[in-house]
């Protein structure tokens, strides 16, 4: 189970190019401390076996095929101290979504296994139930449906990960909470299009608030 842990750690630092202890905050929900030191040396090597294929041994036409892709280039001195209160708010929020995601996959679970009508059409068989729902998720997100907007998302999610799939929530949960930063960070460029010091002070960066809310 260790090397489970450090292979999801590897992934969560080196794909995403998160620091090495985000790798492990982001998986461990029940962290055991003698694993500690198995996952930062790992996450390390592969941070590092990372950079160096970037600059040695990859050819240069191709090292941008395994950079991340649509990168942003913030500047470094990207936020306020104006802004530090709609972070907070931004982050109440955040936590108030994911408590209600996780009661309503609570209701769909219950709701699959007591309900009488949908154990008489679905039975007991996992692939009924799943095919037909993802023909339906395939209507919805495709082309320009409702399941492409963060609220038919919210739901849509909250039912896929109660199928009989192996799947999980880590990259769903980052796009939810990137859509929900940035609609906070497009109301406030509408509240305050030349920033909240005047015309010759920074600007507000929507894209910011997108990576606060992920």
Known sequence: MGRIYANCQLEATVVSKRPVLYGIESTSKYFAVKNYW????????????????????????????????????????????????FFVMLGVFCGLAGAAFIWLHRRIAIFK???????????????????????????????????????????LIAICVSLYIPAGIFVPSFVIGACGGRIVGEILIMWWPDGFRGPDGPQIYPGLYAVVGE
Do not use: D, M, W
């Open 113 to 155: 296994k007591k309900n009488r009508a949908f154990k008489a059409v679905f039975g007991n068989s996992p692939i009924a139930f799943t095919a037909l729902f993802a023909l339906i998720v395939a209507i919805l997100t495709y082309p320009e449906g409702f399941g492409r907007y963060i609220a038919g998302q919210y739901v």
């Open 38 to 85: 198995r996952s930062f040396f790992a996450t390390t090597c592969a941070a590092l076996i990372f950079r160096f294929a970037i600059a040695a041994i990859v050819p240069q036409h191709i090292a941008g095929t395994i950079t991340a892709y649509y990168q942003t280039n913030f500047p470094n001195e990207v936020f306020l101290i104006e802004e530090i209160p």
